[in-house]
C-alpha cells in the first residue's frame, strides 16, 4: 500500500518542518504492516529527523527533495554516551555513535530508500570555509545524513544523496545491505564528508553508483561504538566510479574489530587524492581482501587532506602507545592500471610487517599533474607520523614480508620527473618475488629476493 505524506498534512513548500507528518506516514504504514511511503515530485520537504520504520520503503519521486533541518536541535540523538559529547570541541577521530541523525533506523528490518528523487544533507548550515583549500565546522561529529543500525534486508537504490555535513550513507551492525545505482554528490571542498561507511555490517553489495566528496567515497569501518556487532565480512564493491579529495576506496582508520572477505571489482577512480587504502590503527586485522579490474587516476591535493597521491596504500602503525595495530595479509591486486602523482606504497611496522601481499599486472605510469610538492609519503595518524619526505619509486616496500610482483611495470612521463625515483625500493622486506617485473630496483633492506624473470 501507498501513504502519501501530503495526506499527512506535510505541505512541500521548503519552508514548513514536515517532519511530524512524515514520520506520521512512516509510523501508520510500519503498523499496518508495510509498504510505500511516497514523496510526491516537484515538492521539497524540509524536515528534523526521521526515524524509519520495518518493513516500509521511504520513495521519492523524481523531481521531489528531501532536505535536512538547519537547527541542530531539532535531531534525533541515538548514542546513549552523547552527553559526553562536547560540540565546542572538535575530537581527533569518530569512536562512538553519532549524537546526530537526519534519517535513522534500529532494529528495523526490510527497509528502504528508493526512487530517482534527491536528498540534501544542508552541509552549509554546520560548516565554515577556513582555507582555500578546506572546509570543516566547528561541531564533530556533524549529523551524519542516514544512519541505520542493526537492521537486515535493506536496500537503498537509485536516490541521490547530496550535501552530506558529516559521513553520508552510515549502514552499521548491519546484514545483507544493498545499495544499487545511488548518487552520492557531496563537495569536493567539505572535511568529513564520506560516502559510503559499512560498520561491522555484512554481506553488503555496493553496486553502480557514483560518489563524488571530500572525503572517502567508500570507507570500510570497524568503529568502537559498535563493537557487539562483530567483523565487517562479505562485501563487495563493483562497477563504480569515484572521485575523492582524501581516499576513493578505503579500509580503516577506524578499525577495532576485523575485516575480511573484499571484493572490489571493475571501478574508476579519478581525480583522487589516494585510489585505494589501508589503513590500520587499532586492534583490528585485515584479511582476504581483493581488488581487480580498476584504472586509478590520482593528483595531489593541499596538505590539510591526508594522502599525496598514492594511487595504492597500505600502513600498519599503532594509534597510541597504549594501542596495537592489527595485522594486513592476503591482500591481493589484479589488473590495475595507475595514472598517479606518487607510486604505490606499502608502509609496516616493524615488528608487525604487511604480510602475503600479491600485485599481479599492475601498471604504473608517474608523471606531475599539480602545483603540490611531490616525493612524499603520508603515514597520519598514529604515534610519531606525519609527511615522509622521500623521491617517489614505482613501489615503495618497507617492512614488507612475501611480497609478488608479477607483470608489474614502471615508467615515468612528461617534464618535472626529478622527484621521482627508481621503479621498485625495498627496505626492511622479505620473500620478495619479482616475475616479469619492468623496470629497475634498489634495496636497503631487501632479504631473500627471488627474481624469476
Not at 88 to 115: C, M, W
Not at 367 to 383: C, E, N, V
Not at 427 to 432: D, T
Amino acid at each position: 500500500m501507498s501513504y502519501n505524506v501530503l495526506d499527512f498534512g506535510a505541505k512541500g513548500d521548503g519552508k514548513t518542518n514536515d517532519a511530524a507528518a512524515i514520520q506520521a506516514a512512516i509510523d501508520t504504514c510500519s503498523k499496518a504492516g508495510g509498504g510505500r511511503v511516497v514523496l510526491k515530485e516537484g515538492k521539497h520537504f524540509y524536515a528534523s529527523s526521521i526515524i524509519l520504520k520495518e518493513n516500509v520503503d521511504l520513495h521519492l519521486e523524481k523531481g521531489s527533495f528531501l532536505q535536512a533541518h538547519r537547527e541542530l536541535d531539532t535531531y534525533f540523538n541515538p548514542n546513549e554516551e552523547a552527553e559526553d559529547y562536547d560540540i565546542n570541541k572538535i575530537e581527533k577521530e569518530v569512536v562512538r555513535k553519532p549524537p546526530y541523525v537526519f534519517l535513522y533506523a534500529k532494529d528495523a528490518d526490510h527497509i528502504s530508500i528508493t526512487g530517482d528523487g534527491t536528498i540534501d544533507g544542508n552541509a552549509f548550515a554546520f560548516v565554515k570555509r577556513v582555507s582555500r583549500y578546506y572546509i570543516t565546522g566547528e561541531i564533530y561529529p556533524r549529523p551524519t545524513l542516514i544512519y541505520t543500525e542493526h537492521c537486515n534486508h535493506i536496500t537503498f537504490k537509485d536516490v541521490t544523496m547530496q550535501n552530506a555535513p558529516f559521513w553520508t550513507l552510515h549502514p552499521a551492525g548491519c546484514d545483507d545491505v544493498l545499495i544499487q545505482n545511488i548518487r552520492i554528490l557531496n563537495s569536493l571542498e567539505v572535511a568529513n564528508s564520506d560516502g559510503i561507511d559499512p560498520d561491522h555490517s555484512t554481506n553488503v553489495r555496493i553496486l553502480g553508483c557514483h560518489i563524488t566528496c571530500g572525503d572517502d567515497c567508500i570507507c570500510l569501518k570497524s568503529t568502537i561504538g559498535n563493537m557487539k556487532y562483530g567483523p565487517t565480512d562479505g562485501v563487495l564493491i563493483s562497477d563504480c566510479t569515484l572521485i575523492s579529495t582524501s581516499a576513493a576506496i578505503k579500509i580503516g582508520t577506524e578499525g577495532t574489530g576485523d575485516f575480511k572477505n573484499v571484493l572490489v571489482q571493475n571501478c574508476i577512480i579519478s581525480n583522487s587524492n589516494r585510489g585505494i587504502s589501508i589503513q590500520i590503527r587499532d586492534e583490528g586485522n585485515v584479511e582476504n581482501i581483493s581488488f581487480q579490474n580498476i584504472l586509478i587516476s590520482t593528483r595531489r591535493f593541499a596538505e590539510c587532506w591526508w594522502g599525496c597521491a598514492e594511487p595504492i596504500a597500505i600502513s600498519v602503525t599503532d594509534r597510541t602507545k597504549d594501542t596495537h595495530a592489527g595485522k594486513v595479509s592476503n591482500i591481493r591486486f589484479f589488473n590495475i592500471s595507475c595514472d598517479s602523482e606518487n607510486g604505490i606504497f606499502i608502509h609496516g611496522a616493524s615488528q608487525n610487517p604487511v604480510k602475503n601481499v600479491t600485485f599481479e599486472k599492475i601498471q604504473v605510469k608517474l608523471s606531475a599533474k599539480s602545483k603540490w610538492k611531490r616525493g612524499q609519503y603520508d603515514l597520519r595518524p598514529g604515534i610519531g607520523t606525519g609527511i615522509l619526505d622521500r623521491k617517489s619509486p614505482g613501489f615503495f616496500l618497507k617492512n614488507a614480508e612475501n611480497i609478488t610482483l608479477r607483470d608489474c611495470s614502471v615508467s615515468f612521463c612528461g617534464e618535472n620527473t626529478g622527484d621521482f625515483a627508481e621503479a621498485l625500493y625495498g627496505e626492511n622486506c622479505r620473500n620478495i618475488c619479482l616475475d616479469r617485473f619492468s623496470g629497475t630496483a634498489s634495496s636497503e633492506d631487501f632479504k631473500d629476493i627471488d627474481l624469476s624473470d
